[in-house]
Structure formats: structure tokens, C-alpha cells
């Protein structure tokens, strides 16, 4: 079955600074999705890529496929204290089986 | 439009009790999922639906029932509790076909002693 691995586990980093997260997979993706969840709060979508080489914005998330579509990485340019909170990257298994990644964990310090 | 609904939001339960936690949504879309999320393991799917009448299991769908008699319901049984049971669980729902963009519930926590 799929696999998604994430990378850091957890990132503390200061408002202002850039930082990237990565998402691993086991098998080629037909779709990669990434969700953020604040503390104690249901996910909420950011963005899916489909496509090799795809690329997406949503004000200051930019997330990459890469051409194999095995890797995805999410960036964010100038953090903010609202960007806190716990990145997961998903995708479909086989069938509707959905999958996610182990999430990563990012706090903002102003 | 209130999206996805989750009750209750907390729970404790003792081993061997059964419960049923209930989710639902109004925005008519096929496809809803049980999550359960543990610290260090992400979200595990437990159930998915289709659509009324049709359901499958997930990843771990042992010790858990599920139905969907409505599009809007969807409804996740525990039959007999056990401590590791003890987790978040999240209700999901989206569209039936791509985009996957999941819609989720605000979780409800279940603590078993």
C-alpha cells in the first residue's frame, strides 16, 4: 500500500523566515493533497497537485510535484504566527483508499 | 451550510461499552470517511462510503461498524470499546470524483479506560 513519509517532524522557526516541507512517497502519486490542521481542529485543504512538475501558490504556500511524482515539497515564504499548526500531506491508494502522511508539526515564533 | 458535523466533540467510555459517534453533512457530496488520528501516526482511515448503501473498509476497520442509509449520515459504531480505541476521530466528506478536496469535521476525542 501507499506510503507517505514527512519531513521534518517537527520545525520551529521565526516570523519572517522561509521554510520547506517535504512529503515522500513509497509509489508513483496520481494525486497529492495537503492539508493543514490547526491545534485541536479538523484539516483544512490547501491545495492537490496532480501533475509532474506541477506547481501551486495560495498567498504565500507554494507546493512542488517533482517530475516523478514521488516527492512533494511545501514552502513558505516570510511565516507568519497564523501559519502554525500541523502540515499533512495525502494521496489515493488504491481504490478510495486515502492515505496521509504522519504530519509535520510547525511553530511560529514572532 | 454548515459543511461537516461531528457530535459529540468529547467522550470518555468504559472497555466493553458501545457508542456510536455521528457525523454529517449538508453539502451533498458522495463520498464520507472515518479517520482516527494518534500522535505519531497521522490519520488512519477506518471507513469510507461512495454513497447511500455502499461502504467499504479502510485501513483499520476492526471494532468499528459503519452505515449510510443517507447521503447526508454517516454514522461510526463502536461495538464493543477497548483502550486502543482511545484517539481523535475525524469525519471527512467530498465530492465523489477528483479533486479529492476532502472537507473534514472538527473531531471528536474518545478517551477508553
Known amino acids: 500500500s501507499q506510503e507517505l513519509e514527512q519531513s521534518p517532524q517537527s520545525l520551529i522557526v521565526q516570523e519572517g523566515k522561509n521554510l520547506t516541507i517535504n512529503c515522500t512517497s513509497s509509489?508513483?502519486?496520481?494525486?497529492l493533497y495537503w492539508y493543514k490542521q490547526k491545534y485541536g481542529e479538523g484539516l483544512i485543504f490547501l491545495m492537490m497537485?496532480?501533475?509532474?512538475?506541477e506547481e501551486k501558490s495560495h498567498e504565500k504556500i507554494t507546493a512542488k510535484l517533482d517530475e516523478k511524482k514521488q516527492q512533494s515539497s511545501l514552502h513558505i515564504t516570510a511565516s507568519q504566527p497564523s501559519h502554525a499548526g500541523i502540515y499533512l500531506c495525502?494521496?489515493?491508494?488504491?481504490?478510495?483508499?486515502?492515505?496521509f502522511g504522519p504530519g509535520t508539526r510547525l511553530s511560529v515564533l514572532p | 451550510n454548515a459543511g461537516v458535523t461531528q457530535t459529540p466533540k468529547f467522550q470518555v467510555l468504559k472497555t466493553g461499552q458501545s457508542m456510536t459517534l455521528q457525523c454529517a453533512q449538508d453539502m451533498n457530496h458522495e463520498y464520507m470517511s472515518w479517520y482516527r488520528q494518534d500522535p505519531g501516526m497521522g490519520l488512519r482511515l477506518i471507513h469510507y462510503?461512495?454513497?447511500?448503501?455502499?461502504?467499504d473498509q479502510g485501513e483499520v476497520p476492526n471494532g468499528y461498524n459503519v452505515s449510510r442509509s443517507t447521503t447526508e449520515d454517516f454514522p461510526l459504531r463502536l461495538l464493543s470499546a477497548a483502550p486502543s480505541q482511545t484517539s481523535v476521530y475525524f469525519c471527512?466528506?467530498?465530492?465523489?470524483?477528483?479533486?479529492?478536496?476532502?472537507?473534514f469535521g472538527p473531531g471528536t476525542r474518545l478517551t477508553v479506560t
Open positions: 495525502g494521496a489515493l491508494d488504491y481504490g478510495q483508499n486515502f492515505v
Open positions: 462510503s461512495v454513497g447511500a448503501g455502499i461502504t
Open positions: 497537485l496532480q501533475k509532474g512538475g
Open positions: 471527512a466528506s467530498s465530492s465523489a470524483g477528483p479533486p479529492y478536496e476532502q472537507y
Open positions: 509509489k508513483t502519486l496520481y494525486g
